[in-house]
């Protein structure tokens, strides 16, 4: 409930002879609701009162509206009748009939106080300067709930927080504070601003993404009792593109029918969520089914093909997009992965010994995949084995057929096997272990009885 109260305010103001010289002052008696009056007042009695002398008259009086100086106009003046007639306002009789027959004291009389009289300047005087009074009403914070607000990432955000049509509290409130989800938080610089009602953000950022409290109180000053207090918040959903924050794979490389996981990156988002599209080495869309399976999460985002085929060697493409509805949100983000379906090679055939000595075995195959397979042959390796030891592997760089076995004991019964390998990167494609046409190749390294006795031929290559 509003109150309703009178008081006295005494404009008054001194001048000289010289135009220009005039001082005023503004006293009230009693001071009205400490400094601000409430809607309702009735008879706030201005006096204007001149005392000194000089030419200068008490006896006009004229008033700007707040909407008068935001539309651009002047002062008018009051009076009791005509065009500029307002009710709110009784011109009383003059008094004190001073100097060269001219008032030195006239009364103005606010009947009652509305609303729209809020920062009404009220003046008083004939000449400048005059003197004025502001009526400032005392006013409790209004604040509304703004509800969701959707800004995309980089966009301004100004949000007034104050009821649309009310008045701004006065006195300002003493008590303001922001909270975002719950942790308060202050602006600290011209491109975001947490005021009394409005906020600022001149660029939104994914991560001022949440709910907004706005709280504030205002009191009478000078220790007078609480006005009121409002809260109001507002939801802010800041829309960003498809983003990744750790890289996914290069080159995948797998031997043919094992399966391959191709990592788009790790760590997708973006709001609303990404819509994810995976096409294959041919440009179709890779749907989950048959040997595609498609990763669920966004923590991983990865395709997995089973049971591969060299067919399936070549670029494939993953492309995350937000929609805002029909609307692409930020650019669609779009990775190619290499696959490389690696064919082990053919094993080697009619492995067959061209020289013997007493440490050396000297063996020659012939290669089916010479010159052939994905990627070519890159080296051998030949499984030396003692009859009921272990089998020990030693590698020859080279894609011939050929391979001098050396360091061995005489004496000693080997089997001996070929196997082809393709190497692509830190990948070995090996083949099957080769075969004679008796068999598996297995002999006895001679021993020599004399110094005299000649060595099988070496026809290993020069």
Known sequence: MW??????????????????????SVTTDPVPGVNGYFPGTQNITLVCQVNEGGSRRATSWSKQTALDREEGRGRRTITSSGNNFDPNFLLSSQENIGQFGIPDTSILTIVSLTEDLNTTIIFCGFEEPLANFTIRINYPPVLTDRGEVRRR???????DMAEPGSLLA??????VSWAKDGEEVAGGSSTRVFNYSSIFIGSVQPS?????????????LNGGPLLGSATASLTLNVLFGARYSGPGSGTVAVVEGESATLVCGTGLSGNPLPTLTWTDNTGRVATAGGRTSLSTGREVVSLTLSSTRQYDTGYWNCSAQVYDGANVVGQSVGRDIRLVVVVPPVAPVDLAVKGIGATWIYLQWFNPSAGLGNPPLSSHVVRVQEVGGEVEERTFDSSEGEANVTDLLPG??????????????DLRAISPRSNSDSGTTTLTVPAPVCSDVPEVEDTRLA
């Open 412 to 425: 000693t019964q080997y089997i001996l096997s070929a196997v082809a390998v393709s190497q692509f990167q």
């Open 3 to 24: 109150w309703s109260c009178s008081s006295v305010i005494i404009l008054t103001f001194s001048c000289g002879l010289q135009p220009g010289e005039c001082q005023f």
């Open 153 to 159: 990432e980089n966009e301004e955000l100004s949000m």
């Open 208 to 220: 001022d993404s949440g709910d907004y409290v706005l709280s504030a109180t205002n009191y009478q």
């Open 170 to 175: 006065f006195p300002f409130p003493s008590q």
